[in-house]
C-alpha cells in the first residue's frame, strides 16, 4: 500500500464509506500475515525499505518456503540467508526462479536489474581469502538493495603493502565494509586511511583463541581509528543491509 | 596542507625548484609532529575529515595539555574526551578559552559556531536517566564536527509509548545514535521502526549480570532488526563521530 | 498415599495395630523405589503437585523406559522432555499408548482431558519462529500440568506493531511465556505492558556472539521491566512448569 | 486517571464535547512527564498495578529527587532503590516524611498502612546472615506492594537441618523467595520442598570463583528442582515485584 | 625395584663391585622407558603407590596399546580411562584378559582380587542417573587401588529425603566421593552432614547455562559447607585417586 | 549434648518422664539459636568435629561480634577469618583473650594447647612469598583443629632445586597443602613426587591474564599428576579444614 | 626479485631506459598476484626471509591447489598448515612431489635437503604422548625453514624426573619449544633450567576445565619462569617459524 | 660461584680434601638462602644468565628491602618491578645507590655501565602515549641485560604512516618489542615487515571492551603475521628479559 492509497482510505472513512472496524481490519491485513508458526511483517517494505529479510538457520525448509513465497508473491525482492541446500530445494519448489548462491549460503528472487541511479560504490574488504563466504553475503545483501558494489579480497595486515597499493579504491568507495577473522586488525588500518563511515565485519576464521570470532568482535569494537561501527560474528547481511542505509541518507 | 598547496609543491618540484629530499621531507613534516612520548598525527584533518581526538584517559594531565596546544595552535577545533578536572586545569593553563564539559568529561575549543549547511539531523536517544553523560559525550562530538542534533532521553523499553509518542522525531533524523544500558533493547525496537542507520551504544549502566555494558553489548550485537551497528560500550566519541561521517555520505 | 490413608495408618499406629518399624517401612517405601541406577522420586506428586519428570538427556533409552514405566504404572501423568526417536522406541514398547511431539522432543502419557476449572490462561509467546521447539516443551508442560493454554508466534520486536496489535491476548493471560534468542528483547517490552508475571525463556537461536542463548539470557537477567523472571536456557520445560505453579497460587 | 475516568472521557469525545486532538493531548499528559533528562512514566500504575520505582545508582541526587516528587505528588507509594545517603538526603529536603532503610540502601514514602486483604504471605528466606541486605530490599520491595511478608535468615545447606525444622514455615507460604550466595544451592531445595513458585535470588557474596555472584546465579538457572525462577544478582526489588504479581494471580 | 634392592645396590656401589656409571644408568633405566612417542614412567609406582595411569582420549589405539603392554608386563595393574571400544580392541589384541566397561570407558588388567585389609569405606554418591558413567570411574578407580566400595546413586537435591533417609550410609562411609552436575549442589548437604572427607566431582550434566559441567565446578568450589576439596569436570579417575590416597593416610 | 546424654533423654522419653514435644524442642534447641540475622549452628560441632567457623567479609563488626560470643560461651574453639581490624576490635570487646592474625585476617578464641595425638604433619607449601597470607589461614585453621604443622615457602617452578633439595619434608608429610598463583604449576610438580593426598590452593597472585587467581585454579583443576584435589581461590581456611579432615580418617 | 634486480631496475629509470609508470608497475606486479580470491604475496620472502605458507583451514581445497602452484612455479619452499587429506589430494594433481604428513596435517613441496650452515639446534619438547601433532607441526616448520632439530617427547612434570634426567639436551639447545596441553606447567620449569629463548606452546588436550587450551594458555603467559613467550593453542606452525628467526639473530 | 670455582671443588672432593657431605651443603648453601617469608634463588644467575628479579606487587616492603639487599650485597645487578613508591623508600634505606623510575615503577641498582659488545640493537615500539609505562619496563630490563637500546613511541595503527615513515629503524633492530592497548593491532602490521623475533605486549590500555588488555592479548595471539610471540598483560619486564635472551642467541 503505498501512502496515496493510504490516504485516500482516510478520506473514504472520514465520508463514511468505511467503517472504523474496516479501516483497521484493512490496515492490520496489510501488516503481516500470520501463517501460525510466523507472523510475515509485509509492512517491513514501508517502514525499513525492503521486506522481510528470512534467516533460514533453525528453520525448517517448509517453513522457510512458506514465507518466502508470501514475499515472493507481493513482486518483493525476496533475499534468505543462511540456507542450506535442503532450504533451496523447498524454496525451488514452489518460486521457479530463485536463485542459490552455494558459497555464500544465500537465496534469492526478484533481484534488482541494476543498481539504483545516484548510488555511492560500497567497497567491500576482506583479509583474507576465508573470510569470502561471509564477504559475499554482504556483497549479494547490499546488491538486492540496488547498490554498486567493488571487492577487493585477501590483503590484511600481514602484507599491509597489498592494501596500500590500493588505496585508491578506498578513496573511491563511498561506504566500506571490511571483513576480518582471526586478530581482526584491517578495520583499523582502513579506518586510519579513509572519511567514509567502515562497517567491521568479524568472521569465525581462525583457530584456538580466536574462540570463533570473538578476538576479532572485541579488537574491532576497540579500534583505535574512528568511524568504525561493528556487526555481529559472520553477520554479512547486516554490514550489506546497514552499508546501503548509510549509502541512502 | 590544502590540497591545493600540495598540487603548487609538486609543480615546484617538477620544475626543479625544490629537491626530491626537500619534499619528502616537507610531507613527512606535515604529517606528524613528535614529542618524544606522542607522534601528534596532523596529516588527520586532511584523511579523516576531523583532526586528532585526544582520549585523556591513562595519560598524566602534561601530556594531554602538551598534544591539545599543538591542535589548537593549527586552529583546529579540539576535542579531548574521559578529561578529569585535572586533565582540564592543565590545559586550561595553556588555551584560555577551553571548555570543559565535566559531565561528559569532554574538553573543547574552537568550536564551530553553527551546524554546517545541507547536514541531516542526528538524533540521539537513550534508554534512561543513567545514559545521559555517554549520550551527551556523543551529542557534543557530532556537534563539534558540524552536524545539527536531536534529543529523545530516558524513553526505555518497560514504557514502550514514551518512545512511540514521539515516532516523527524518529522519522525526522537521518542518523540515530541509540544509547542504552541493561537488556539494551532499545536500539532493536528503534531499528525496527526507521529505514534510517542506527548506531547502538552500550553503556555500562546496570548491576549484577549487566557486567559492565557487556550484556547491553551482546544483545545490540544479536539485534533482530536490520540497519544497526555497534561501537564500544560507553564509546559516546565513536558513535558521534561515526554518525558524522555517515550523514556526510 | 492421600493425606486421608495417612491418617489412617498414623491411627492404627497409635492403636497398636501396625509397629513403628512397619510404619517407617512403609513411608520410605512410598517415598521412592531404587532402580540401581535412579531413584525414582514417588513421594513428589505429593509435595509439589506433580509426579517425577523425565530429563532424557544422557540417560540410556532403557534407564528412560524403566523409569517412565514405574511412573506410568501408578497412573500418574507422565512427563518425559528431550527424548529422541530412539528414547521414544524403549518407551513406546513398554507403553502403548505413550505419545512423542517430535518437534518438541517430548513424551507423554496419561495426558489430562481437558484443563482443570477455575485456571487462567497461560499464555506462549515467541520472537520468532525458530524459538517454537522451546515454546511448544513449554507449552505441553502447560497443558499436561491442567492450564488453559493460547500463543502468539513471532511477534519479536523487530515489528512491534505484531505485538501491539494482539494486546489484548496479553491482557487476557494470567501468566505469560515470552520464548526469544539472539538479543532477548521481547520480555522486557511484554513485562512493561503488563501486570502479571512474566517468565522469560532464553533461547539457544542466533549464531556469533548469541553464544548458544547467553545473550538473550543475559538480557533477560537485566531487563529493565518489573515481574521478570528468568528460566535456563531453552528450558521450555522449566517455564511452563513455573508458569504453572504461579498459576495456581 | 482511573478506568472510569477514561470512560467518561470517550463519551464526552462522542458528544463532541472534546475534540480528537484533546483527547489525545490529554491521554499522552498523563502517560509520561517530560524532566530533560527523565520521562517519568506515570502511566505504570495503571499497567503494572504500581508506579515506576527509581534506581538510584548512577543517577545525581539531584535526578533521583526531581522524579522523586513528582511521583509523591500524585499521591502513589515511592520507592527508590540503591539508593545512597546523598540521594537520601536530596530527597528529604523535598519531601519531608520520606523514609530510609540504610540497610537495604531503600528510600520510601506513602507506604502502606497495612496489606492488602486477601492476600498468601510471601516468605523470604537467606542462606547467610551477609544476604540480609538484598532480603531486606526484596522485603521492603514486597511490603510496599500490600504483601504481608515472613523471614526465615540464615539457614543454608552447609546445615540443613535449620532449614529442615522450619518446614511448616515453608508449607505456609504462598510465594517463597531465596536469597543466597556462593554455590546458591538453598533454592534447590527448598524448591524440591513445596508445590508454590520459587524466586530465585543470586547474591555477590562469596570471593574466589563466586565471581560476584556470577557462580550463585549460574547454580540457580540450573536448578534440578522444578518451579524456580531467577533474578538478576542482588535483585531484591525484582524478586520481591514479581512475587508481588505472583500473590496476586 | 623394591627399597631392599636399592640398599643392596648402593651397598655394591660403596664395595666397588659397580661402578658410579652402572649405579646410575640401572636407576635410570628403572625409572622410565621411551618409546619415541611416550615416556613410560615406571618409577611412578614407588613414588605414588600406583602404576602410571593411560588418559586414552587424543591417543591413537597403537599408542595406548604398546603403553599398556610395557606396564601390564611388569605386572602391575593397568588402569585406562576414556577408552573407546577402537582402544580396547587395540588393547585386547595384545592383553589376553584385559577388561572393558563399556559404559564407564575404562580398561582394566591385573585388577585386585579383593579389598585390601584394613581399609575403610569410599562412598560414592551421585546426584542423578546421568551421572552415572563418571561415578563409575571413580569406583573402577578406587577399586583398582584395593579399596571397598559403596553406591548411592540418584539422591539429588531436588528430593533431599532421597539422601537424607539414608543417612546411615553417610556415616559409615571414611571417605566420599560426591558425583553431580547441573547446579551441583549436593556435596554442600552431604558435606554439611558428615565429618570425613568429601570430594565434589562436577560432571557435564546439563544443558543450556551449564555449560558444560562449569556451573557445578564452579559451585563445588564455593561450597558453605567445610571439608570439600574438588576434581576437573567429568573426572571420575582423579576423584577416585584422590579418595584412595586419602582412605590411606 | 554428648551421644550419652542423648541416649539418657531417649530413655526418659519410653519412660514417659518427658513427652515427645518436649524431646523435640531440647533437641531443636540444641541444634541451633536464632539471633534474628543468624542462625547459629551449635549442632556443627558435633556432626562435624568442629564448630561453625566465621566468614567476617560482609558481616558487621556487630554481627560478627554476636555470633562469636555465642560461639564463645560454649567454651568451642573460635574461629573467624578474612576479618579487617575492625571485626577484631568488636570481638574483643566482648571476648577479652581473643587473638588477632592480622597478616592472615584471622581471629581465634580458645586455641588447642598442643597438637592432638597420633596426628600426621600436615606441611604447607608456597610458590613464592606473595602467598604467604592464604598459607597462613590455612596453617592456624590446621593447628586450630589440633594437627602439627610443617612450612616450606617460597619454593616455585621456576627454581625447581629449592623444593627438590627439601624432598625428605615432602615424604615426612602426612597431608600436603599447595599454596600457588600465577601459572599454578606447584601442586603438579609436588603431587608427582608424593603418595599423600594433596590440596591445592590457587591464590589472587599475579596480575594481567592471572584474572585475580582464576589462571592458577584452572591449572591446578587440570593438573597431570594424580592425587591433587582443590579448593576456592585464597581459600586457605577450606583447605586447613579438609586437611584435617584427611589427617583424621 | 633479487636485490641486485631491484638496483638494475632503478638504475635504468635514472637513465630514462624505463618510465616511472614502468617501474611502479613492475615492482606492484613482483609483490603480489591476485587471484580473485586471494591475493598470494610473493614479497613476503624477501620481507620476511620464508614465503607465504598457507593455513589450509576454511579454503576449500582448489583454493589451496591454486595458491600452493603458484608459489611452486617460484621455486620457494611450500609449507601448508592443518591440511586434510582433500585438501592433500588437491594439491598431489598439480604438484607431483608434494609430501603429506598427515599426523601433522602438514603438505610440503621443496624441501630443503639439509639443514643450513652455522645454525643452532632447536629443540622441540612435549608434556605428553597427545601433544605430538602440535609438535610435529612446530618441527616440519622449523626444519623446512633449515634448523636442525631435537625431540623430547612425553616429559610431563608429573614425573620430572623424566625431563631433569636428560638436561644435557636442554644446556645443548638454543631455542627451545615447549608443547603442553592440561595445566602447561611444563615451559615454567623448563624455563627455570635454560638461558635461552623458550617459546611455550598450549594444547588443546585435555578435558573438562580445560577449555580446549585455555587453561594452558593461560598458565604460560603467567609463567613464573623468564624468558618464555607464548603463540595461539595448537600453533605450532606459528612456534616453528618463531624458533626460526630467533635462531637466525 | 663461577664455573671455574665449581672445577676447583670437584677436583678437591677427588682427593678428598673435602667431604661428600662438604661438598654437597657447599653447593646448596650457594643455590637459595631461606628467609623464612622467602627462598632466595642465587643460583639463577648461572642457570639464567641474570640474578632473581623482584617482583614487588604483594609483597611489603620489608619483604622486598630484605630480598634486594641480599642480592645487592653478592654485586649482582638489582632490578625490582612494579614497585611504589613505599618499596623504594624500604629499598632505599638499605641500598644507598638505589634508583627509582617512577614512571615505571621500576627499582634498579648495580645498573651496567653501557651495553656489553656485539649485541644487537632492540627496538621497542608503541602503539600510544598511554602505552608508555610498560614499554619504560621492558627497556630498562633489556639496558640492565646489556642491550642497546631504541625507541619508537605512539605509532599505531590508525595513522599508519607514522609507522611506515620510519621503516628504517625497524630494518635496523635485531629483536622488536611492540606494546599495545586497545585492538592491539600493531605487532600484526609489524611483524609483517620485517624477519627478525617480535615480542608482543599487550597492555590494559582501553575501555569497555578491551576488558584491562584481554582483547589486545587475544589478538596478538591471533596475529596472522608469522614470528610474533606473546607475554602477559602489561608485562614489560618479561618482554625485556625475552628479547636479551633472543638478541644472545
Chains 1, 2, 3, 4, 5, 6, 7, 8 share one sequence.
Not at 16 to 39: D, H, N, R, V, Y
Not at 42 to 51: L, V
Request: charged share 20%.
Amino acid at each position: 500500500m503505498t501512502k496515496e492509497e493510504l490516504k485516500q482510505l482516510l478520506q473514504k472513512y472520514k465520508r463514511g464509506t468505511i467503517s472504523e472496524q474496516q479501516i483497521i481490519e484493512k490496515f492490520s491485513a496489510l501488516q503481516f500475515e500470520s501463517l501460525g508458526f510466523a507472523t510475515v511483517d509485509h509492512h517491513r517494505q514501508w517502514r525499513k525499505g525492503f521486506p522481510e529479510v528470512i534467516l533460514c538457520e533453525r528453520k525448517t525448509p517448509q517453513q522457510v518456503a512458506e514465507i518466502a513465497s508470501r514475499i515472493y508473491k507481493r513482486g518483493q525482492p525476496l533475499l534468505a540467508t543462511r540456507a542450506s541446500v535442503a532450504h533451496f530445494n523447498a524454496v525451488k519448489r514452489r518460486i521457479r526462479n530463485a536463485h542459490y548462491y552455494e558459497f555464500a549460503g544465500v537465496i534469492t528472487a526478484n533481484e534488482p536489474k541494476s543498481p539504483s541511479p545516484n548510488r555511492g560504490v560500497i567497497l567491500i574488504v576482506t583479509a583474507g581469502t576465508s573470510d569470502l563466504p561471509v564477504a559475499e553475503e554482504a556483497a549479494i545483501t547490499a546488491r538486492m538493495m540496488g547498490n554498486p558494489i567493488e571487492k577487493m579480497y585477501d590483503v590484511g595486515v600481514a602484507g599491509i603493502h597489498r592494501l596500500l597499493s590500493q588505496s585508491e579504491k578506498l578513496i573511491r568507495a563511498n561506504v566500506i565494509i571490511v571483513v576480518a577473522g582471526m586478530e581482526g586488525a584491517l578495520p583499523s588500518v582502513v579506518g586510519g586511511l579513509v572519511d567514509v563511515p567502515v562497517i567491521a565485519v568479524p568472521t569465525s576464521v581462525g583457530y584456538g583463541a580466536s574462540f570463533q570470532g570473538i578476538t576479532a568482535l572485541l579488537a574491532m569494537l576497540n579500534s583505535c581509528a574512528s568511524g568504525i561501527t561493528v556487526v555481529n560474528i559472520d553477520n554479512g547481511f547486516g554490514a550489506g543491509f546497514a552499508a546501503s542505509l548509510m549509502n541512502r541518507t
